[in-house]
């Protein structure tokens, strides 16, 4: 434990000067009854449960001052708070086909907006990241409580060049918790495919080389976790999907697909030409069936709200530091409030 203003911690020494005032009290108290009554009849005049009583009281109020006292040194402790470990982590296609209006305004706008309402409608408490992809996958906003980070990562995305998939469910395998432990080689081997280094070095991120490899977590052991997945299904680059979603699945994360598009596709102009942008939601459908997901379309709220609604809680317990000045001055209430009402039961008054 630390404190935030240790100099005033010297406030609990007052705590013996109480102490000594309320002996000193009972001292002079006492000879006081000597002269009314021999030694011998000292307990018939006075009442002995009377006396306990008070002490009792007193002593309630003595701690309830103890702990404003070191509270006031704003004391930080690391304790352990219950989180929500299940995690979502988004991943949203960037590429040139994502220009297209079939869905307006366009792909990419249309899925950042399912993608802000499907995260509005989750239960709280459960963290979401954001992965952009397009020739590689790139991790946004890490998975987090908070909303702003992910607003401002879904703000920033624009359209790139080609559509990897299979490094999207890569990297969102990547950080969602415990699963780069309990995939390993397989994973850090993927990873390494999906986003090649152009200098031969390898990716950022993985955990720290030692003498002795960490035990990987059991499968019931690991958090819920699931990625949704927003594309219009034309997977041209990086490593083919369908490895990874078999990671997926044996690491218990489903990926659900949503395809952005309509029809057989659209017709944009580009650079002065007129050019057909595809659409291939079998190749979505696909991902989803094998790893357990659901495949949807942009627009179907109510399927998108099911699978928020449905997406499961594992509460675990995090060491965090955190100040206890509130909780030691709502201890300290509660001391002082019992010693008033037992003071009231006993004596008829609070002191």
Partial sequence: MTFIWPMLLWGVALVPVVV?????????????????????LIDRVVDVPYRRRRRASSALYLAALLLLLVGAGRPVASIPLPTNRATVMLAIDTSQSMMGDDIKPSRLEAAKAEARAFVRGLPGGVRVGLIGFSDTGMLLA??????????????????????AIGAAIVEGLFALPGRREFLGERLERLRGQATPDPFGRPPLGGPPSSGVPPTPPSVEDLPP???????????????DPTIPAALAADARVKVHTVAAGSGSGAVMRWEGRLVLVPFAPSVLQALAQRTGGEHLRLGDAAAMRRIGEQFGRSIGWE????EMTALLAAAAGVLVLTGAGLSMAWFGRVP
């Fill in 20 to 40: 000594w005032l309320a002996v000193r009290t009972g001292i002079r108290e006492r000879k006081a009854r000597t002269r009314l009554a021999d030694d011998h």
């Fill in 142 to 163: 890490p998975p987090s409580t908070g909303r702003v980070i992910l607003e401002e990562a879904l703000d920033r995305l624009r359209p790139q060049q080609s559509t």
């Fill in 225 to 239: 976790g699931m990625i949704v997945l927003f594309s219009d299904g034309v997977a041209n680059a990086g490593v």
């Fill in 319 to 322: 060491h965090s530091r955190t």
